[in-house]
Every structure is written in C-alpha cells, then in structure tokens.
Nanobody, 123 residues
C-alpha cells in the first residue's frame, strides 16, 4: 500500500521560510516522480515542483523558481520542499503526490496523493 504523509506547514510572515516534508512508503526501490502541488481556495491546483527519485532531476513552476527548492533523501524515503521568501500568494494547501507522469507538473498524471498540509503566509 502506497502512502504519502506531508508535514511542516504552518503560519509564517511574508519573507519567511518553511520546509515541507513528504514521507513515502510502499513504492520500494523503483524510480518514480514526486510532485508538490498547491491549491488555494477558489483557485485551481498548481504544480509547484517535482523531482525524480532515481536521478534527482527537477522541475519548477515559474512562480516559485529561485525561491523554492525540492530535494530528496532516498535513505529516508523523504522529499522536501524548502520554501524561502514566502509571499501571501503562496498561501495554500500543499500536497505531495507520486507517479510516473509525462508532464511532471500536471497533477492529473499522478497516482498517489498525501492528505495535504496548510501553509499560510500572513503578517
């Protein structure tokens, strides 16, 4: 059974930082993609970043390039999303997902999802 569990969300002031974690279980040693997605109230889901477990190749949305960094620790089966210089528009529920997408920032192609963690950027 594949499970993804996110943690690390919270309330942060504009300009601050947070690190999200996604612990993956049940996928074994096969190569897969892990994506981070976010959805704010009244808005469509947005792909934020993704990383391939085998070679660490990454993709980023233009809205977060230079501010967010995705990384992995295969020994811990964990993917991280380091978020710096946070803005109020980054406020959303952030979820991680796993799968084998052809378009890594398109959520429809992912098979397994975590429950999400709330990130609120506000003064």
């Amino acid at each position: 059974q594949v499970q993804l569990v996110e943690s690390g969300g919270g309330l942060v002031q504009p300009g601050g930082s947070l690190r999200l974690s996604c612990v993956i279980s049940g996928l074994g040693s096969i190569s897969y993609e892990i994506g981070w997605f976010r959805q704010a109230p009244g808005k469509e889901r947005e792909g934020v970043a993704s990383i391939k477990s085998s070679d660490g190749f990454t993709h980023y949305a233009n809205s977060v390039k230079g501010r967010f960094t995705i990384s992995r620790d295969n020994a811990k089966n964990t993917v991280y999303l380091q978020m710096n210089s946070l803005k109020p528009e980054d406020t959303a529920v952030y979820s991680c997902a796993s799968g084998w997408p052809t378009l890594p920032l398109l959520g429809d192609e992912y098979d397994y999802w975590g429950q999400g963690t709330q990130v609120t950027v506000s003064s």
